[in-house]
């Protein structure tokens, strides 16, 4: 069946450095990409998405790149803080159906 | 702002106990969604519906069934529950875009189920 994969599962960062979280999708039908960010406690809320007519997406800190031929999405966190911390889901969307990636535990390290 | 609210945080139930988890959203989604989180295996898809008194299986509906009887309130029940059922519930809801799913989910902050 259809998957996403993610890696890697756990991420251990400086703060301040940078963080990169890499997807792999199979449907070729997915045409949007999400990225949840879950903090402890809490439900996974959305934090940056990407369509697929575009190949990179820049929200202050965090950006999402996308490479649809290689079917291929990352997500980059830049100048990274505490606050950071959490557990990060991709997810590749078709019009049918949302396959999440496998969430990836970010920790920042002071 | 939005809210996907579930009704308990935390339960423990026995072996064979009828369980429901109760989620209700306050945003006029149409599509609502319960999912199971289980380490190492992110977000799986258990029910979802589009409409009211519509669901559709998910990957995992074994042992499962739901009930959307008001489009604010999607319930997921578990007839017998059994260890293997201990999780993370987590609910979620998102505007319809046409026939399929769309974009942003909302989701509420878990049901923890322990089954002894």
């Known amino acids: 069946g259809e998957n996403v994969e993610q890696h890697p599962s756990t991420l251990s960062v400086q703060e301040g450095d940078s963080a990169v979280i890499k997807c792999t999708y199979s449907d070729s039908a997915s045409n949007y990409f999400p990225w949840y960010k879950q903090e402890l406690g809490k439900g996974p809320q959305l934090i940056i998405d990407?369509?697929?007519?575009?190949g990179e997406k820049k929200d202050q800190r965090i950006a999402v790149t996308l490479n649809k031929t290689a079917k291929h999405f990352s997500l980059h966190i830049t100048e990274t803080q505490p606050e950071d911390s959490a557990v990060y889901f991709c997810?590749?969307?078709?019009?049918?159906?949302?396959?999440f990636g496998s969430g990836t535990r970010l920790s920042i390290r002071p | 702002d939005v809210k996907v609210t579930q009704s308990s945080r935390y339960l423990v139930k026995r072996t064979g106990e009828k369980v429901f988890l109760e989620c209700v959203q306050d945003m006029d989604h149409e599509n609502m969604f319960w999912y199971r989180q289980d380490p190492g295996l992110g977000l799986r898809l258990i029910y979802f519906s589009y409409d009211v008194k519509m669901k559709e299986k998910g990957d995992i509906p074994e042992g499962y069934s739901v009930s959307r009887e008001k489009k604010e309130r999607f319930s997921l029940i578990l007839e017998s529950a059994s260890t293997n059922q201990t999780s993370m519930y987590l609910c979620a809801s998102s505007l319809r875009v046409g026939t399929g799913v769309t974009g942003e989910l909302f989701f509420g902050e878990g049901s923890r189920l322990t089954v002894l």
């Open positions: 990407i369509r697929s007519n575009v």
């Open positions: 997810a590749a969307v078709s019009a049918s159906k949302i396959i």
